[in-house]
């Protein structure tokens, strides 16, 4: 049978410690989905622009990101920009490497979204007299937000599920870096990291939870 | 101008690294396939109380970072000293969390044949099997392929970390080139397009079923 003690008590006691580290991986996240939802602004503005230059730009960051791992465009982040003279720090590479994933998906998801939305209605604000910013600010963006939320709300769960990645770059502040810290000091690997388990299921759950608390209040209409 | 000390052997060493990519995805999307299928199937047929164990086990599969799921499934084995290989290790891993996501594309794809169409198939006097077979696997499959698609490239994608278990696979491959030739931008572009070239054709093949399948509504 397995020839096995565990050791849970270390796992506890070291708790506090993980939830910290909680703290700083929802904080990555977060920020990650932030400047991802600016980018794909940008890039779905860039997509409807008319400018062949600026959609093959837009184009190409979304096939780019969803084409390779996101562990590969952190390595790019961190290892890659070394090329140049740029040393990022594995916080910074983390969130640069996920924004830019994060920042693909939902340029592909607000493509999704806008085809639910019929450019009569576009057609009609333009007749109303307002100007073309207007008629996507005011009529088109509202209803495309709304379409993409849920997807948007599976992103942020990836994003969280991502930040585990930073440990591979030497990330030791977030969840998984200080989980693996704890159990490179003591070897007690299954315990530490099947808390870390639970804590990641636990936060993944609160904010899938909390986005549907949102999306009751926001989308009541 | 550009020069390189990347040699033909580096990049035969890319590509091992590459086919060892192949075979980890290629074991685990069959294994978690069948296994998601038949996740999928149970839980349609145990509804959703009789289920609920499966559904909450499957669902903290798609919940826990999978470099933790990895670690564990590592920690795991060596425990129960089962001996395995990290090829083992990983390739069981990811199976069972390609399944989680498959039993969920498969409850879909059951769940999109009308109710309707399955009753008249039973009135007809078809057996539950004849059913699944003659009238729920065509139908269900058009509504699931191209997710399936996605979720295989997804698997290929997140193999990536099985590096973590010091398999070398494709990113690992030029991770130690990095290391050896101090040229990290030009090696990992290499790695980066042999990502592409593998996802960006099967991408587009699944964009195009998804539309070409579409109902016409």
């Keep these: ?221 | 101008m550009f020069d390189t000390t990347l040699t033909w052997n580096d990049l035969a060493f890319l590509a091992q690294g590459a086919a060892m990519t192949l075979a980890v995805t290629a074991v685990s999307v069959t294994a978690g396939t069948v296994l998601g299928i038949l996740f999928g199937v149970l839980r349609v047929q145990l509804g959703g109380i009789w289920s609920a164990p499966l559904t909450f086990v499957l669902d903290v599969f798609r919940s826990v970072p999978l470099l933790i799921q990895l670690v564990l499934g590592n920690a795991l084995q060596s425990i129960a000293k089962l001996g395995w290989a990290p090829f083992t290790t990983s390739c069981v891993v990811l199976s069972l969390y390609t399944a989680a996501y498959c039993s969920e594309i498969i409850r879909g794809g059951i769940g999109a044949v009308p109710a309707t169409t399955r009753r008249a198939a039973r009135s007809l006097g078809m057996t539950w099997w004849q059913d699944m077979r003659y009238i729920v696997a065509p139908l269900a499959t058009r509504v699931s392929l191209p997710a399936w698609i996605g979720l295989t490239l997804g698997v290929m994608k997140d193999s990536a970390l099985v590096l973590w278990l010091g398999l070398i696979e494709l990113l690992r491959a030029s991770q130690i080139l990095v290391t050896r030739l101090q040229e990290p931008l030009f090696i990992l572009l290499i790695c980066g397009v042999i990502y592409f070239v593998i996802s960006f054709p099967i991408a587009r093949l699944g964009g195009y079923l998804e539309r070409r399948w579409s109902p016409n509504d």
């Design chain 1, 1 to 221: 049978m397995l020839n096995y003690t565990f050791h849970w008590n270390q796992a506890l006691k070291a708790l506090p410690q993980m939830l910290d580290g909680a703290v700083v991986t929802l904080q990555i996240a977060l920020l990650s989905m932030v400047l991802g939802l600016a980018l794909a602004l940008t890039l779905t503005a860039f997509r409807l622009s008319g400018s062949r230059i600026l959609s093959g730009f837009a184009t190409t960051w979304v096939e780019v990101a969803r084409n390779t791992p996101a562990l590969f465009q952190i390595y790019m982040a961190h290892f890659g920009l070394g090329n140049f003279g740029i040393h990022l720090s594995p916080y910074t590479a983390l969130l640069i490497g996920i924004a830019f994933n994060n920042a693909g998906y939902l340029t592909e998801n607000f493509r999704g979204a806008l085809k639910a939305i019929p450019d009569t209605q576009a057609r009609a604000g333009r007749s109303l007299g307002m100007t073309p910013i207007q008629a996507f600010r005011l009529i088109v963006l509202p209803q495309m937000l709304r379409v993409a939320f849920l997807p948007a709300t599976n992103q942020m769960v990836w994003a969280i599920l991502m930040t585990s990645l930073g440990v591979t770059v030497g990330m030791n502040t977030d969840l998984a870096g200080i989980t693996q810290e704890l159990n490179a000091r003591s070897f007690r690997t299954f315990e530490f990291f099947a808390l870390a388990a639970v804590i990641y299921y636990i936060i993944a759950k609160l904010v899938t939870l909390a986005a549907r608390l949102v999306a009751a209040r926001m989308f009541r209409y």
